[in-house]
């Protein structure tokens, strides 16, 4: 043991308290630049990793592009192919209305060409009416009839036979009583 301590003061004599401070300084010193290189390359380590994971995030998403791709031209079929059958649904749809308003006004024409042959055979008629009249109200609401049959589109005899017939009907204005009810005791 005694050798031990001498060899340490030969050893440790020359060193003085400057020195000592020195040393102490340089391996704080290297401690502290050890720890801030394994930090920075920690760091960095950990930010390359980051950075090769988007990377590689951006590689898978462009490995499936093409699928993605695909996949949108197949949704942009359906769409088109659920609007192309929405259209002929639509276009039938418009069809099946449009014949049944032609439908609709062609049976309205006939009630009104029947009323207007009723007013003709009654109003015409020497034995219905001998008098060959009718009064300015009737024969008003015979005319708007007659618009509204030309309205949906009626013509043929009714302008050809009828409406002269009509016309020349004496028409006995509603002021006119006297006249008004001979008209109506002549009628059957």
């Not at 032609?102 to 009723?118: A, H, P, S, Y």
């Not at 060959?132 to 309205?151: L, N, P, Q, T, V």
Request: glycine share 4%.
């Amino acid at each position: 043991m005694g050798g031990t301590v001498e060899s340490f003061l030969k050893l440790a004599g020359n060193v003085t308290v400057e020195w000592v401070v020195i040393a102490i300084a340089a391996i704080v010193f290297l401690i502290k630049v050890y720890q801030a290189v394994k930090t920075y390359f920690s760091d960095k380590a950990i930010s390359e990793k980051e950075k090769d994971s988007r990377i590689q995030q951006v590689i898978d998403q462009a490995e499936r592009y093409p699928e993605w791709h695909q996949q949108s031209i197949d949704i942009q079929r359906q769409f088109t192919e659920a609007i192309n059958d929405l259209r002929a649904g639509q276009e039938k749809q418009n069809a099946r209305l449009e014949k049944m308003e032609k439908e609709g006004q062609q049976r309205e024409l006939n009630k009104i060409r029947d009323r207007i042959l009723q007013s003709y055979r009654y109003y015409t008629s020497a034995e219905k009416n001998p008098m060959k009249s009718w009064s300015a109200m009737e024969a008003d609401a015979f005319w708007r009839i007659f618009g509204d049959y030309e309205d949906l589109g009626g013509d043929g005899y009714v302008h050809s036979d009828v409406q002269p017939a009509m016309t020349s009907l004496a028409v006995v204005q509603m002021d006119d009583t006297e006249r008004l009810c001979e008209l109506m005791h002549s009628r059957k």
